[in-house]
């Protein structure tokens, strides 16, 4: 394992009793976090926005990044979806979404399959 050498940002505030039990939690049969100091900075800032970690376990090659949160009728949603691989084999995809609309009428023929060819 590596240890950083880039000084962990300063957590946003104080952590609450909420965000250090969440940090107890991370590192429960956990032999070593680093950097732990960006993980509880993350941890804090996530409270204070509202916006939900990703957290990986490291069995997948595929990555997914959700980014640049909009609030579009009261919901937070990415605008910006990032897919990435950890093997040469692939190359990544960024999705940039431009407009975002809930509860939009959709006609139910839209979702009729299409005619059959003879």
């Known amino acids: 394992m590596s240890v950083s050498s880039v000084a962990a940002p300063a957590p946003a505030g104080p952590a609450s009793d909420a ?10 049969r956990c032999s070593e976090l680093l ?8 941890l804090v800032r996530s409270e ?9 376990l490291g069995l997948d090659p595929e ?3 959700y980014e640049d949160y ?3 009728d009261g ?14 084999n692939h190359y990544g995809t ?3 979404i431009t407009e975002v609309k809930q509860n939009v009428s959709l006609d139910d023929q839209r979702f009729d399959p299409p005619p059959v060819s003879p």
Do not use: M
């Open 63 to 65: 990555q997914t990044d």
């Open 19 to 28: 965000v250090l039990r969440a940090l107890a939690i991370s590192k429960r």
């Open 94 to 96: 960024t999705r940039r």
């Open 48 to 56: 204070a926005t509202g916006v939900p970690l990703r957290i990986k």
């Open 75 to 88: 919901v937070w949603l990415p605008f910006t979806v990032r897919v990435s691989y950890l093997d040469d």
């Open 35 to 42: 950097p732990e100091a960006d993980w509880l900075s993350k």
């Open 70 to 72: 909009r609030a579009v």
